[in-house]
């Protein structure tokens, strides 16, 4: 619903240019991104654990599941993959239960507030710690 629910909060901004935004970004950083979408809380679940074995890294914007979802923390914790927590809009200057994440325990770093450019940001945030990954090695 981006792009329709509350742009006064979330802005005017479609998930179809969100999509390109990020693609366009992964191009430019030299990394593929893929997308997945869903409502439903299991749906989110099966593609963390897809990912294992296979995915370098999981930007994630959880929703009002955030708030909610220990299966989400789980899965997280259980495929070991970096992830970083992304919320468009500055949760901690909304409603008091927006301030709790279950998911940040089982994250490396969160954007908070910066708009969909958030999702870049939380890109180069694990494109960033794979590299120092390399270095050190």
């Keep these: 619903m981006l ?11 479609t998930y179809a240019t969100l999509l390109d935004k990020i693609s366009a970004h ?4 030299g990394v593929s991104a893929e997308f997945f979408q869903s409502n439903h809380e299991g749906a989110l679940v099966d593609r963390i654990q897809e990912a ?15 708030h909610t979802s220990i299966a989400l923390l789980d899965a997280l914790k259980a495929v070991g ?5 992304v919320h468009i809009s500055d949760v901690s200057k909304r409603e008091e239960f927006r301030s709790v994440s279950y998911i940040r325990a089982a994250c490396v770093g969160s954007v908070i507030g910066h708009g969909t450019d958030g999702y870049l940001e939380a890109m180069d945030m694990l494109i960033e710690r794979s590299l120092k990954k390399c270095e050190s090695k």
């Design 52 to 66: 294992f074995g296979n995915t370098d890294g999981i930007v994630i914007n959880p929703g009002a599941y955030t």
């Design 26 to 29: 992964a191009e430019k950083r």
């Design 81 to 85: 993959i970096p992830a970083v927590e």
């Design 3 to 13: 792009g329709i629910r509350e742009p006064g909060i979330y802005g005017s901004e």
